[in-house]
């Protein structure tokens, strides 16, 4: 048996969302992952932006490469739709998804592996064309399923478990998405749920490319003395430049917060993301100084955490190429077969 799946019947007494959905509705089948592995954490802040923010089920698709991290989506969503694709190929399958149906809810989940080595062809152009969707890297440093060696993400000098340093430079997945144009950009901790779970809630309800790179420590492979991906170094190093609440478009701001205090963000779609600053000279709208800071912080020996940079008028692929307002299966067959003079038609524009 590959999967377990989990007993359908809960207590009755559950709390459900808006929807009348339990935490259970969002759940899939139990874990395989290795006891104590990150992206189980992960699994469950999915789960739990998804009920908070009572996303229907139905609207989401999910989809993955291969890795530890890629088999995630098979432990939550377990009534949505979903696509285990081949090493490296999630964002182009999900492009392609996105474009033939814009009305669902991507969701990619990839692996360090997955989207720094053989797959960041194609991490760079979902990124850089603006597809729609939530992008996780569940970020460990190894290439965890196949059983540790080091991935394009371990840093320069980083142990591995038996003691070997790291020779080659570091890929920094939020550098790159920063510099290829995503327009949420953040990075978090598998163990820092109550920064993981707004984030994860914001970036759905953000309509443009969203990319979140969570440091999520391999406790089979990579959580030793020596290793910058081990729950211990990012506990120590971990510096947060803001926390995020996340409200949804119809809640009200009930909380009294003092003039400066907070920033209020309001996304396209009219949620809204209230920033409480911690580090008072990081200006999360600013691109360029974003990257700055980052690359500063890191030579200091620093993990920065936080929304990082986030566009609140972001524009997808669909906007960039003036794609049908309607996804394609909602199309007759005279929409989809316009005829041979508007054949014609075309063909002369290009003559
Ligand atoms: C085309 C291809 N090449 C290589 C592999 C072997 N392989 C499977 S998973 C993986 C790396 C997974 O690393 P990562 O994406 O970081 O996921 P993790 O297991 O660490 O979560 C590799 C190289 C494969 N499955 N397919
Ligand atoms: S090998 Fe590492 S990444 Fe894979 S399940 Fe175990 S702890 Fe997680
Ligand atoms: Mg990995």
Redesign the pocket.
Known sequence: MTYLAKPKLHHPKLPTNELGYTRRDYEGTVSTLCAGCG?DSITAAIIQACFDTALPPHRIAKLS???????TPTYFLGASHGFNT???RMPSVLTGANLANRDLIYLGV?????????GFGQFAHAIRRGVNMVYIV???G?????KG?F?ATAEKGSKSKRGLANSDSAIDLVAMALQLGATFVARSFSGDKTQLVPLIAAALQHQGAAFIDCV?P?VAFNNHAGSTKSYDFVREHNEAVNRLDFMAPRETITADYAPGEVEIVTQHDGSRLLLRKLATDYDPHDRIAAMTYLQERQVAGEVVTGLLYVDPEPSDLHANLGTVAKPLNALGEAELCPGSSMLEKLNAALR
């Open positions: 992206h490469g291969i890795g530890c991290s890629s088999k081949v090493h490296g990839s692996g360090d592996g997955d989207s720094a080595s053989i569940e970020n460990n190894v290439y965890g399923l196949t060696q991935s999520s391999c």
